[in-house]
């Protein structure tokens, strides 16, 4: 009579322990690659953005070639008119921005006359403090304004280096001239039809998206700039066109951005004009268009096909945002919709559903 073998099964304890031990080694490499993209920043920066970018470019060279222009040359325009339009709303922004920041020092001691009327509440603050336990030594009751040690640093932090500007520029066109064929150099590395096929959804739907976004998102702004120009003019705020072109620039930064923009024209409105009244009228009246923009009209045009949930933007831009700066918060809301088509493609919606309680 032949021996019986055996069949072990593992035991509950061994399978908990397994699947933690798998749990740690996810979040040691999740750790491992943030640690890398965060140290080579230089290198993964404008590598990142070139992709994202010419995937959002890829559908107007795909237009352009079906014109019988060639591929190479639809990029080179591509990217050439994109710059161009960078240009003309950097040169809007700086001329103001120059001419503001050699006056800092006279704007600052204009801001803090203006503020002299929060000087009584800002007394009984720290009188309540030295009332709890706080220092005896109650500090004088004027608003200080802030040193502006940090402007180098911030400089430093927001301009990327020109290497950084040239390898964005040199694989942005490479990228966008051969995404034809990388695409399909993509598709036919796997082996079986079915897999072949769910990349090029996958691709497609990618480049769709990021287009559409991309493009969708630009005319919001620029008509949400244009509208935040009319506002400053009509309220008598200084330089109108560029502080339209500096709101159209802050709304690619979602949340952030509008309430940075917000920062901005109640600071130049207070500057600008000779009563609190009249500064804040410019800045209140943005607000209420920043409202109707953002909880209306984007979602309106947008659609929910590419509505993103506002907890996951917020947490995609912190995160980016530390990671890589500025251009990181750019890159937030993109790289998100290439998650979620991720997500949507290789973990249907159709698995089984968890049961009720």
Not at 199 to 224: A, H, K, P, Q
Request: aromatic fraction near 10%; glycine fraction near 8%.
């Amino acid at each position: 009579m032949l021996p019986v073998e055996s069949v072990t099964t593992p035991l509950p304890g061994s399978t908990r322990r397994i699947e933690i031990v798998a749990v740690a080694l996810v979040g040691l490499l999740v750790i491992v690659i943030v640690a890398a993209l965060y140290v080579a920043k230089p290198f993964f920066l404008p590598i990142v953005t070139a992709f994202v970018v010419g995937t959002m470019l890829s559908p107007a060279a795909s237009f352009l070639e079906q014109r019988k222009i060639p591929r190479a040359v639809s990029a080179i325009l591509i990217v050439t008119v994109a710059l161009a339009g960078v240009a003309f709303i950097v040169g809007l922004i700086s001329a103001p921005l120059v001419q503001w920041s050699s006056r800092l020092p006279e704007l600052g001691s204009l801001l803090r006359d203006k503020l002299h009327v929060f000087d009584g509440p800002v007394q009984m603050w720290r009188q309540l403090q030295v009332t709890l336990g706080g220092s005896d030594a109650l500090p004088a009751a004027a608003i200080e304004m802030p040193k502006i040690d940090w402007m180098q640093p911030t400089f430093e932090f927001l301009s990327p280096t020109f290497t950084e500007i040239l390898l964005f520029l040199a694989t942005l066109v490479l990228f966008v001239a051969s995404w034809t064929d990388l695409r399909r150099a993509l598709v036919m590395t796997f082996a079986g039809r079915d897999a072949r096929l769910r990349m090029l959804r996958i691709l497609n739907e990618i480049e769709g998206s990021l287009g559409g976004y991309l493009l969708t998102v630009t005319v919001i702004n620029l008509c949400y700039g244009a509208a935040t120009g009319v506002i400053c003019a009509v309220a008598g705020m200084p330089n109108p066109a560029g502080l339209g072109a500096l709101a159209a620039t802050l709304n690619f930064f979602p949340i952030i951005g509008p309430f940075a923009m917000f920062v901005i024209l109640t600071v130049v409105g207070i500057i600008s004009f000779p009563t609190l009244g009249a500064g804040l009228v410019a800045a209140l009246a943005f607000a209420g268009l920043t409202f109707v923009e953002g909880h209306f009209i984007t979602p309106t045009i947008i659609g929910r096909r590419l509505s993103l949930n506002a907890l996951a933007v917020f947490i995609a831009l912190a995160f980016w945002t530390w990671l890589w700066g500025p251009m990181g918060g750019f890159l937030a809301s993109p790289l998100l919709i290439v998650a979620l088509v991720l997500k949507e493609h290789l973990m249907p919606d159709d698995a089984p559903n968890l049961p009720g309680n």
